[in-house]
């Protein structure tokens, strides 16, 4: 029998026979080591630890306290899901249950509907399947097999399964006990080491295969930790998430709605508005000194356009279309770039112009299904703070670096300073000859690369297999909340492609054509996303100079009405956003109103602050009032609400 060649992390090798299974390595190094190690890497992919070693491979030992370890737990957890289901309730068929963000699901096609009291007797059911500690062992089945055994279970959608599955690859059984599962793996070594950190969330209607025209099934889903600290912080993430929801926020703020006319659109109410019309104005600032010029596309273009740019064959489902009464195809655009290739074609330019920044709040529109749309984090319309760069080759690094100073400079203003920058590379459906692409990626690489050198490793990165555009790779820009959620906002994408396309050139110096790269870029991303992720960050709680509204004036009493006039008046003048409460109401009736409102400064004044020229200024969140003069309330308070790019 041949020998295959180990090594190890520490970069030791040992020479072992061809066959040897991960098990076996780790009990030959020592018992402790076979006894806490659930799974193995090999050259990096996960694998199950009783797999043979037939080639030369890299090894890591995978214990089930390793970040590694996590999507096993919520796997195999999974698969104690459904037998769970299918011992309570015999005749439900299993379909899918794959390993999601945060957690896990598993679809059922089960006669009656579950019910919310379900979920106690399930978890206490898995509890019994996790304390059994049942071995996990894999089998290899051939097609014929795996069809009539589950026929014989009136296991259909299994069959379906194992027949598109493709012939090169091999059919998997997992066994653990008597129960068993079409799964392509890898699995831990037993259901015991699911553990207890476990929950089950909720239920769910899904299609079978995501497509609504297939039988509807139902869905749990769940989620499964390491260990029950790590569970309960995620459980209170999941309440502080629930008590920041911008929907819920939006509302108590009286900033914006939805309604079902518009799936996926807003309606901005004047508060909310002047949110996002102070987000607009920052970034036109922040363009303005980076030397970006604004501009302005037209929302519907032809067909014929979006088939040369490549949308129409690559994005072209996610279009919104309208057929004029002369018979000529229109779309509502989905994005800015075709629209400003055209702006950039408008005139020679020469290299001398170069790089050509042009920008845009540009609004578009993207089809979402229904079941996708999620207030303002998932829409149809929205703003994007896009812009584009048009360039040479060797101009890429250095802009590319401006860009993301100025991105992560204008994140910090917005307090998000936990950031990494995913690469994010060519998708299976793109446009291109892969020379080009290959230069695309390896230009944001190098970029990636000198952001690390820059700030001495303290950029987080990370690569995104196959998640580019399809006209180019991408850089991705993830910020991380209050709470610890990440959200992934800005993109600065390189684009060997589309000014080809679309017939875009400039002069070079030696007065030849040549095609310009393009670099597609978004700070905020969706500005209607953005505002969404802020109003959760902070909880509604927005520092003064965001917030749409700064400051309420209350008098006590009704005396002192024409004092708080003379207040608001003053503020404004200040430029501070300003409104008065004259209600015939208790002060901390009007108090705890403005609270729940979340305005950030409310000024009480009465009888006594009216005659001094004083006022009493409440914040929000505390109980303390300070009583300043007049003069010295408004200057600080104007200083406070400057924005942190004029400071």
């Known amino acids: 029998m041949t020998d295959v060649t180990i090594t ?23 018992p402790s080591l076979a006894k806490r190690t659930v799974a193995m890497q090999l050259d990096g992919a996960l694998a199950d630890l009783a797999d043979p070693i037939t080639k030369d491979a890299s090894i890591n030992f995978v214990s089930r ?33 794959p390993v999601i963000d945060n957690g896990f699901y598993y679809d059922f096609a089960k006669q009656q509907p579950f ?32 069809k009539e055994f589950f026929k014989d279970k009136g296991e259909y959608f299994k069959v379906e399964l194992v027949d598109a599955i493709p012939e090169d690859q091999d059919l998997k059984i997992y066994k653990q006990g008597e129960w068993l599962d079409l799964c392509r793996g890898p699995h831990m070594t037993s259901t015991g080491q699911v553990g207890k950190a476990f929950k089950l969330m909720k239920f769910a209607g899904a299609y079978w295969r995501g497509d609504s ?27 502080e998430a629930e008590k920041r929801d911008h929907r819920k926020l939006g509302r108590e703020m009286d900033l914006f709605h939805f309604q079902e006319e518009a799936p996926g659109s807003v309606f901005w109410h004047p508060k909310g508005w002047t949110l996002f019309q102070t987000l607009i104005a920052y970034m036109r600032r922040q363009q303005q000194r980076a030397d970006y010029q604004e501009v302005n596309s037209p929302d519907m273009m032809e067909k014929h356009f979006w088939e040369l740019s490549g949308h129409w064959e690559n994005y072209g489902e996610n279009m ?21 290739v055209q702006i950039y074609k408008n005139g020679l330019k020469s290299y001398r112009d170069l790089p050509y920044r042009i920008a845009e709040f540009g609004k578009v529109h993207r089809y979402e299904p229904s079941g996708a749309l999620h207030g303002m ?48 590379t060519r998708p299976e459906k793109r446009v291109g000859a892969d020379a080009l692409w290959d230069k695309a990626e390896k230009a944001l690489s190098d970029v990636l690369d000198e952001v690390k050198r820059r700030s001495n490793g303290q950029v987080k ?7 580019g555009a399809f006209y180019g790779p991408k850089l991705e820009y993830v910020l991380k909340d209050a709470i610890g959620r990440d959200w992934q906002c800005g993109t600065t994408q390189v684009d060997f492609n589309l000014a080809g396309r679309l017939g875009a050139f400039y002069i070079d110096d030696h007065s030849e054509k040549k095609t310009p790269v393009m670099i597609h870029r978004a700070m905020f991303g969706s500005l209607e ?82 005659e001094e020229k004083k006022v009493s200024i409440r914040r929000l969140g505390s109980q303390d009032q300070t009583v300043l003069s007049l003069d010295e309330a408004l200057t600080a308070l104007a200083g406070e609400a400057v924005p942190p790019d004029l400071r």
């Open 529 to 610: 996303r953005f505002t969404g992720i802020l109003i959760e960050n902070f909880a509604g709680h927005f520092p003064l100079w965001l917030a749409p509204l700064q400051i309420v004036v209350a008098p006590i009493v009704s005396d002192a009405n024409d004092y708080a006039i003379e207040v608001a008046q003053k503020a404004e003048a200040a430029g501070l956003r300003v409104e008065t409460d004259l209600r015939n109401e208790k002060i901390n009736l009007k108090i705890r109103e403005h609270s729940l409102a979340k305005i950030p400064v409310i000024i009480v004044v009465g009888k006594r602050e009216a």
């Open 461 to 467: 990165t990370a690569i995104n297999p196959g998640e």
């Open 115 to 146: 019910e919310p009291d379900d979920i106690p007797k399930i978890e206490k059911r898995m509890g019994e399947i996790i304390a059994k500690n049942a071995p996990f062992t894999k089998e290899v089945w051939t097609r014929n097999k795996a």
């Open 213 to 239: 025209t297939k039988p509807q099934l139902q869905r749990i889903y769940g989620t499964a930790f390491a260990t029950e600290d790590e569970l309960k912080a995620y459980l209170h993430q999941l309440e």
């Open 8 to 30: 190890f992390p520490d970069g030791k090798q040992r020479q072992v026979a061809s066959g040897t299974t991960g098990l076996e390595i780790a009990k030959s190094i020592s």
């Open 65 to 97: 306290t390793d970040p590694a370890a996590l999507e096993l737990i919520r796997h195999d957890a999974a698969h104690v899901l459904a037998e769970a289901v299918q011992s309570i309730w015999p005749g439900t068929q299993v379909t899918i249950g």
């Open 320 to 340: 919104f279309t309208t057929v004029l009464p002369d018979e000529r195809v229109f779309c509502c655009k989905p994005m800015n770039c075709p629209g400003h």
């Open 377 to 424: 984090l998932r829409v149809r319309h929205f703003t994007q703070d896009d812009a584009h760069i048009f360039l040479t080759e060797d101009q890429i690094m250095e802009e590319c670096l401006k860009i993301n100073d100025l991105m992560l400079a204008i994140y910090k203003d917005f307090g998000f300073e936990d950031i990494y920058i995913k690469l994010s």
